[in-house]
C-alpha cells in the first residue's frame, strides 16, 4: 500500500517541489498516465499471484485446527479456526444480475449524493473536502465494513476482517484511481489526481499508521481507538483548512 500510495501521490510532488524551471502540466499529466497504467498492470500481476501462483500463501484456512507438526514435539492446536462456508443460494446467472443492478443503484446514489453535497458546501460555506473525506466513505462503505465485522466476529478470525479492507484499500488505489484517469485519457480528456502538500503527507501518513499496527496480523481494542482517533484528526483537520478548488481529492476509500 506504501508502493501504491507513493506512485499517487509523484504528480503532486512534481508539481509541489519543481525544479528551477517549473515542471510543464504536460509532463505531470504523461507521468500521471503512465503512473496509472503501472498500477493497473501491478494489480493484474497481484490478481495472478493471489489467486493463482502463491494462492496457498493467502488461504482463509492454511491449517487444520488438528493439524500436529510430527518433530517430537507435543502438537497443538492452529490459531486459525477452520471457517464453515455457508449454503451457497443464489446461481451464477442471478448472482450476476444481482451485482449488476445493485452497482447501477449504488452508483446512481454517489452520483447524486456527491452532487447535493457539493451544494450543501456552497451554501454553508464548508470545505468540500470534509464532505468528501468525512460522508462519502462512510455512506459508501458502510455496509461493507459492517459485514466484514460480523463475518470476522462470527468465525473468530480477525485476519479475515484486515484482508477484506486491505483489499478494498487495494481495489480503490490500484483499479478505480488509475481507470479515472485511463478513461479520461480515452475521451482525450485531462485528469491529474491532484494532491497539494497536506493532502499526500495526509494520505502517506495514515497509510504509514495502518501499516504499523496491522503489520502484526493482530488487533485489539487500543489500536482500534488509534485508528478511530487518526481518522477524527484527519476529518477535524480537512473542516478547519482553506480548500484549493483546482485540486481533485480522491481520498474515499
Known amino acids: ?3 501504491v500510495c507513493i506512485l499517487l501521490a509523484l504528480p503532486t510532488i512534481m508539481d509541489i517541489f519543481p525544479p528551477a524551471k517549473a515542471t510543464p502540466e504536460g509532463q505531470i499529466l504523461l507521468t500521471q498516465r503512465i503512473t496509472s497504467i503501472i498500477l493497473v498492470i501491478l494489480l493484474l ?4 499471484f493471489r489467486l493463482g501462483t502463491h494462492a ?3 488461504a482463509s484456512t492454511p491449517f487444520s485446527q488438528r493439524d500436529q507438526v510430527h518433530n517430537g514435539h ?7 479456526v477452520e471457517a464453515r462456508i455457508p449454503y451457497l443460494y443464489l446461481g451464477n446467472g442471478t448472482a450476476a444480475i444481482i451485482l449488476a443492478v445493485a452497482s447501477a443503484s449504488a452508483l446512481a446514489c ?8 457539493s451544494g450543501v458546501a456552497a451554501i454553508t460555506g464548508i470545505n468540500q473536502s470534509f464532505f468528501i ?5 462512510l455512506l459508501g462503505n458502510s455496509v461493507k465494513y459492517s459485514s466484514i465485522v460480523v463475518g470476522s466476529r462470527s468465525f473468530n478470525q480477525i485476519e479475515l476482517g484486515i484482508r477484506a479492507i486491505i483489499n478494498n484499500v487495494l481495489r480503490v488505489t490500484m483499479l478505480i484511481a488509475p481507470l479515472l484517469v485511463l ?12 494532491f497539494d502538500g497536506f493532502e499526500a503527507t495526509t494520505l502517506l501518513l495514515s497509510v504509514v499508521v495502518m501499516t504499523y499496527l496491522i503489520s502484526d496480523g493482530r488487533s485489539n481494542y487500543f489500536e ?6 487518526t481518522y477524527a484528526i484527519i476529518v477535524f483537520s480537512f473542516f478547519v483548512r482553506p480548500e484549493d478548488p483546482l485540486n481533485v481529492i480522491f481520498l474515499g476509500a
Open 45 to 48: 500481476t497481484f490478481l495472478i
Open 110 to 117: 454517489t452520483y447524486y449524493i456527491v452532487d447535493s453535497l
Open 1 to 3: 500500500m506504501m508502493v
Open 133 to 137: 473525506v468525512t460522508f462519502v466513505p
Open 224 to 229: 482500534g481507538l488509534t485508528l478511530i482517533g
Open 183 to 194: 478513461v479520461a485519457w480515452a475521451f482525450d480528456q485531462p485528469l491529474i489526481l491532484r
Open 56 to 58: 496457498a500463501m493467502f
Open 74 to 80: 507435543q502438537s497443538r492446536p492452529s490459531q486459525i
